[in-house]
């Protein structure tokens, strides 16, 4: 009995440390996987995302961004490259940035994507577009050497902080927005593609019309014409108008005097026929014909008096 008891207390003494040290082992793996996951984390973080509301914050300090898309295979690639470049932007002192033109259409027209991967270099909102090749050791070398002093910046004009800009970023972001419209008709409530196109285009034409009634009114109301405010308008339209028809009045009278003078011309044209005529006579010995503008006794007595003249000479 009393070795059994010896014994118990022995291996009781002697097998608390045993297992305090297999617990020591477990917290040291679980401490060194727990910093090994942090690390990692830490290592994911140094990539900066920039999206339309932080994006003013590249605007001081320095940048390099990255313009890019989960579809495109050329960002696929290079996605391995940038985050080897990203571990050393906080020791050389350069923020290190991406951005998904998928997510974010605003920025994609802010800075006029037109190619995928684009990178863009800023340095105190001053940005240059970065054409080299596309290792970590060339980026490295761009910003250590400062090798983007010799490309010329981007124009004031088409800065992603411009008016022209600002507008081209609203005009992506409607862009995006109708096409989430259009994928909503078709897909959710089931809408033909047509029918979605016919949607979009008469709300466009109403929308069109309604925008330009409301500049009209607006240009009225703040420059309205002095042609129709003045009080001496409508008197001088009415004077006019006045004096337009005196003068139609008057070349219609002119007018009327000319085919007068023709008319008379003419009477006196056939007056003159007459008498010629009735000094030398008919040349057929035959009464010559009835005269324009004078009676019928007039010309028997003329004619009578022509035959009578005749016979006095005959005889």
Request: glycine share 6%; with cysteine; aromatic share 12%.
């Amino acid at each position: 009995m009393a070795s059994f008891v010896a014994r118990r207390t022995y291996e009781a003494m002697f097998s608390f440390p045993r297992q305090t040290k297999r617990n020591t082992w477990i917290c040291c793996f679980i401490l060194a996987v727990c910093l090994t996951s942090q690390a990692a984390t830490t290592k994911r973080d140094s990539t900066k995302e920039i999206t339309d509301g932080n994006w003013e914050d590249i605007l001081t300090g320095e940048w390099m961004i990255e313009f890019f898309a989960p579809w495109c295979p050329a960002c696929q690639q290079l996605q391995p490259v940038w985050n080897e470049f990203a571990d050393w932007g906080e020791d050389m002192g350069v923020n290190i940035a991406k951005v998904d033109v998928t997510e974010q259409p605003g920025l994609s027209g802010r800075f006029i994507i037109t190619s995928l991967p684009t990178i863009y270099h800023c340095k105190d909102g001053v940005f240059r577009k970065y054409q080299g090749a596309r290792t970590k050791d060339d980026f490295l070398s761009f910003i250590d050497e400062q090798k983007w002093q010799a490309i010329e910046p981007i124009s004031s004009w088409f800065g992603p902080s411009s008016i022209l800009m600002n507008s081209m970023s609203a005009l992506f972001k409607l862009s995006m927005f109708i096409r989430r419209c259009h994928n909503y008709l078709t897909e959710q409530l089931g809408i033909p593609v047509w029918g979605s196109y016919v949607i979009f285009g008469l709300a466009t034409l109403f929308s069109g019309l309604a925008l330009g009634l409301i500049l009209v009114f607006i240009a009225d109301f703040v420059f309205p014409s002095r042609r129709f405010s003045s009080s001496d308008y409508y008197q001088k339209k009415q004077s006019m108008e006045q004096a337009r028809l005196i003068q139609q009045q008057e070349e219609e009278h002119e007018a009327d005097g000319e085919e007068d003078d023709d008319e008379e011309e003419e009477e006196d044209g056939d007056q003159d026929d007459v008498w010629r005529r009735r000094r030398r006579g008919s040349p057929e010995g035959r009464p010559e014909p009835k005269a324009q503008g004078f009676p019928d006794e007039a010309l028997r007595k003329r004619v009578v008096g022509n035959r009578e003249e005749e016979e006095e000479e005959d005889t």
